[in-house]
């Protein structure tokens, strides 16, 4: 494997692995969230129903900020990995 491979694999590991976080936990909150809610509200369905709205409700709102949010993580990582210009003092 070469390092460049490496380097950029590493890369793309982390941008699919932010994403794929970030979309499991908007799901998660989706599915505790909606029952509470919608039981409070006196919505007629059922639990269930509810929590597999929520998650799927959640899992779309983050899925649509989740690539731009683990982008922008992957650059300033890359940023603060990069070896940083010498300044000479004349």
Known sequence: MT???SLWGGR???????VLLLCGLGAGLGAGVFPLVGKLWGVHMTTGRLVV???R???FFFLVWAPG???VREFMRAAAESPKPRREDA
Do not use: N
């Not at 793309?12 to 932010?18: E, G, I, P, V």
């Open 57 to 59: 409700t959640g899992g």
């Open 12 to 18: 793309a590991l982390r941008f699919l692995l932010t």
């Open 3 to 5: 390092p460049t491979f």
């Open 53 to 55: 709205l929520g998650a």
């Open 69 to 71: 949010v683990a982008l």
